[in-house]
Each structure stands twice: as structure tokens, then as C-alpha cells.
């Protein structure tokens, strides 16, 4: 079993829909959980960034954390076309060794926003 | 900042051959990753630098794969020889570390064809 698991869709909305994105992982140890945004042959970017549990939001982007649960989740609101991408889950702990300074991603959710 | 730049940005390249991707991250980084991305297997760490010392290998494949940086601004990763398994885009990713993993600010990626 992976320690992040996404489903990798892909996922088709049409515009002004609300996306949700989600993740479950497995180490508790997961303090930090990030959102990364890929576009078509680019590199991943940093979309969003939570620590621990709660919510946070960014515009139309609402992050979501429950460790209890072992959860998190991605809101996109009144979605748009530039909003297509692949979406990657993200998370790191504190974890001395060779964990630190490391992510583990999951797989990635294609999102397709058709006007 | 230019960013984190690679090169070549596409390779392709015949079973057999020596294939050695280049990166040169931000500069004041002092990590740096490197990543293989396949629709099947996802994105993957295949290793990291802290200070130009390897912290983690455990991702690299097989020993036909070797990865060095030899000061602060220059990275390779090798592979010899190479496989047609091998056809991926491969990242290369530098950040400042923060406690609980930082951002990691990803190059446009090499994409490899082995033949």
C-alpha cells in the first residue's frame, strides 16, 4: 500500500462547477500537506499549504486537513478552464533521517474544466 | 531568479547509450531533488542533495542510475545504460529548508525517449 493514495481521475467539470480533490495517506507522522498544480509539460507549483488540521483558503482555493481522519482535500470554487491541470497531493513530516526535508507525493488528479 | 533550470529540456536516445541530465537549481538552495514522473508510476524521488551530500538514494532504480553534485550550483543525474523502461520526464527540485520540508520549486523537467 502507498503511503498517499489519489485517485488519478481523470476528472471533467464544466465551468463554474465546485471541484473537490482528495488525498488519504497512512504515516501519521504527516504534519505538512500541500496542494501542487502541474500544467500540460510543466514542472509542479505550490498551490497551497496547510499545517496540521484545518482549513485553509486562497481565492476560489479552500485546503482542508483532517489527521484524525487521515484526509485531506482540495475546493476549487466557480472553477475555470485555467484551472485544468493535474492536481498533486503533497506531505512531509519532522521526522529526522533521511525523512527530512523530503515530500511524498500522491499520484495526481487530471482536472479538466470545459467552458 | 531564473528558477531551477535543466537540460537538455527533451532527450531521446537509443537502448544502451550513457544519457546524463544536468540541473542547476536556485541559487541559496541547499536542497536538491530528483524526481522521475510516469503516467503509471506517478512522481517518484529518486534522490536528494542536502549541501551537495546524497541524504536519501533509495529511490534509484537500479545501479545503472547515479546522481552527483559536485558544488552548490550544478547537478547530474546519470544513467548507463540506458533502457527503453527508462522513458520518463525527470525533475529536478531545490528548496530552503524550513522545518517540515519547505517548498520545493521544480525545473521544467527533461523529457526521455529511450529507443
Known amino acids: 500500500q502507498k503511503e498517499v493514495e489519489q485517485d488519478p481521475g481523470p476528472l471533467s467539470v464544466p465551468e463554474g462547477a465546485i471541484v473537490s480533490l482528495n488525498c488519504t495517506y497512512s504515516?501519521?507522522?504527516?504534519?505538512?500537506f500541500m496542494w501542487y498544480r502541474q500544467y500540460s509539460r510543466k514542472g509542479p507549483e505550490l498551490l497551497m499549504y496547510t499545517y496540521s488540521s484545518g482549513n485553509k483558503e486562497d481565492g476560489r482555493f479552500t485546503a482542508q486537513v483532517d489527521k484524525s481522519s487521515k484526509y485531506i482535500s482540495l475546493f476549487i470554487r466557480d472553477s475555470q478552464p485555467s484551472d485544468s491541470a493535474t492536481y498533486l497531493c503533497a506531505m512531509s513530516s519532522n521526522a529526522g533521517g533521511t525523512s527530512y526535508g523530503k515530500l511524498t507525493f500522491g499520484q495526481g488528479t487530471i482536472l479538466t474544466v470545459h467552458p | 531568479d531564473a528558477g531551477v533550470i535543466q537540460s537538455p529540456r527533451h532527450e531521446v536516445t537509443e537502448m544502451g547509450q550513457e544519457v546524463t541530465l544536468r540541473c542547476k537549481p536556485i541559487s541559496g538552495h541547499d536542497y536538491l531533488f530528483w524526481y522521475r514522473q510516469t503516467m503509471m508510476r506517478g512522481l517518484e524521488l529518486l534522490i536528494y542533495?542536502?549541501?551537495?551530500?546524497?541524504?536519501?538514494d533509495s529511490g534509484m532504480p537500479e545501479d545503472r542510475f547515479s546522481a552527483k553534485m559536485p558544488n552548490a550550483s550544478f547537478s547530474t543525474l546519470k544513467i548507463q545504460p540506458s533502457e527503453p523502461r527508462d522513458s520518463a520526464v525527470y525533475f529536478c527540485a531545490s528548496s530552503l529548508l524550513w522545518a517540515g520540508g519547505g517548498e520545493q520549486y521544480f525545473g521544467p523537467g527533461t523529457r526521455l525517449t529511450v529507443t
Open positions: 542533495f542536502n549541501n551537495n551530500v546524497p541524504i536519501d
Open positions: 504515516n501519521s507522522a504527516f504534519q505538512y
